[in-house]
């Protein structure tokens, strides 16, 4: 029987909204791109989007950045992480993570995670304990939301600045309360696989002024500070100013007119991934030999990309199943792999961090553990052929296994 293949892109975004790409042309057309170059009656296209994305979030100050990377550095900074300082952080995340701690001199205290891909809350309990760190960085990784109650209490518990890296959050919830709204900041990416795209892009959002302030003047606005949209009154920026280095990352009007015409649809498009994810996750549920991570009920999820793990394969042969389902078309990608791969590395790759504990729970989770984009050109057609390829795949590959 010939073997269906499945032929979309899985690096395919959806196009820039017309309203965007209309007002990118106008702005290049009058040349005036740098977010403080504005002309009498110009929009400030950065500023507006600061404003409706503080709105859209929910807080009180918002700083578009180059990168959602530069942001969680600038919150490390602003948060106050001096060279020395340990940060905890749960070990499966993405490079610019551990590469932000790194950037400014942190120590990173990795801690496990849990077979849901949450931080696991003894691992950090004990750890905030051993080392007194005063910082914890927590990614959302994958979307997958840890229990925030508890996360909030151990920060309380142990005097720990939270910062949150909600790159695969925007829009996510936890007890109707959004994801990026539990720490001191949060950072969010709008780099072109994240929930909105200006190729590269961040934001850096808070609700605390003097850190609004400092993170205004350090993302490079020098005197110019006045021309921000959500931002604190010009006293705070009087008494930090002179103090705040400009560590220059700032967003351009082009990449925030791309955004502003993307913010109305946002909710639409959460909707859609997760109409997609819940199709994704009803058939990997109903898979032989899979298991997918359980979703807490107090969690609003997006589905932008799907975690299981193959567990009736054997690590030896994973790498030959990816390649099968690659060869379908289907692009899986494994995060057990020794190896970086593409975006895809695993914590003890991290050589320039020096010596990494041994996370017994990370890599053995990690080890079976695939990954999936969800790119919003697909539909739920595709979301059915594709598992079919998955589940054929995974039936072929076990019945090997089981027969030698
Ligand atoms: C994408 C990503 C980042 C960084 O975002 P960039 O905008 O690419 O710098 C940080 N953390 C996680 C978990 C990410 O996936």
């Known amino acids: 029987m010939e073997k269906r293949v499945f032929s979309k892109s899985f690096t395919q975004q959806d196009a820039i909204p017309e309203a965007g790409i209309a007002r990118a042309i106008e702005l290049m057309q009058t040349g005036r791109l740098h977010r403080y170059n504005l002309a009498e009656g110009d929009i400030n296209d950065v500023s507006q989007l600061e404003i409706e994305y503080a709105k859209w ?29 340990k940060i905890l952080a749960n070990a499966y995340t993405l490079a610019p993570v551990p590469g932000a701690i790194q950037n400014v001199g942190g120590v990173p205290v990795l801690v496990d995670i849990d077979e849901n891909y949450h931080i696991d809350m003894a691992d950090l309990e004990a750890k905030a304990a051993a080392t007194g760190a005063r910082y914890l960085l927590l990614s959302h990784m994958r979307g997958h939301i840890a229990d925030m109650d508890q996360i909030t209490d151990i920060c309380r518990r142990y005097d720990i600045c939270l910062i949150e890296d909600c790159a695969h959050t925007m829009g996510a919830k936890w007890r109707g309360k959004r994801s990026g709204n539990f720490g001191k900041v949060a950072a969010f990416s709008t780099q072109t696989y994240k929930h909105m795209n200006s190729g590269e892009g961040g934001f850096l959002v808070t609700n605390d002024a003097e850190m609004a302030a400092r993170a205004v003047v350090s993302s490079g606005s020098y005197m110019l500070y006045g ?103 289907v692009e ?73």
């Open 332 to 404: 899986l990608k494994w995060f057990g792999d020794e190896t970086p791969k593409a975006f895809t590395s695993r914590y003890d790759s991290w050589k320039y961090l020096g010596d990494m504990p041994e996370l017994p729970n990370t890599l053995h989770i990690l080890d079976k553990t695939l990954d999936m984009r969800v790119p919003l050109t697909f539909d739920i057609e595709d979301c059915d052929l594709i598992c079919d390829i998955i589940a054929e795949e995974l039936t072929r590959f076990s019945s090997f296994e089981a027969a030698s």
């Open 57 to 85: 979030q929910e807080v009180d100050y918002c700083i578009a950045c180059t990168s959602g990377g530069y942001a969680i550095q600038l919150g490390l900074r602003v948060c106050g992480v001096k060279p020395g300082d």
């Open 227 to 329: 021309r921000h949209g959500a931002r604190p009154a010009d006293d705070v920026f009087d008494a930090v100013r002179l103090y705040a280095p400009n560590y220059s990352g700032r967003m351009d009007h082009v990449r925030a007119a791309m955004l502003r015409a993307q913010l109305p649809q946002i909710d639409d498009n959460l909707a859609r991934w997760n109409r997609l994810y819940d199709r994704l996750h009803q058939h990997v549920l109903e898979m032989q030999g899979t298991v997918i991570p359980r979703r807490k009920q107090e969690e609003f999820y997006v589905g932008s990309s799907i975690q299981f793990r193959a567990e009736s394969l054997s690590r030896a042969v994973i790498p030959d199943f990816v390649s099968a389902c690659h060869a379908r078309g």
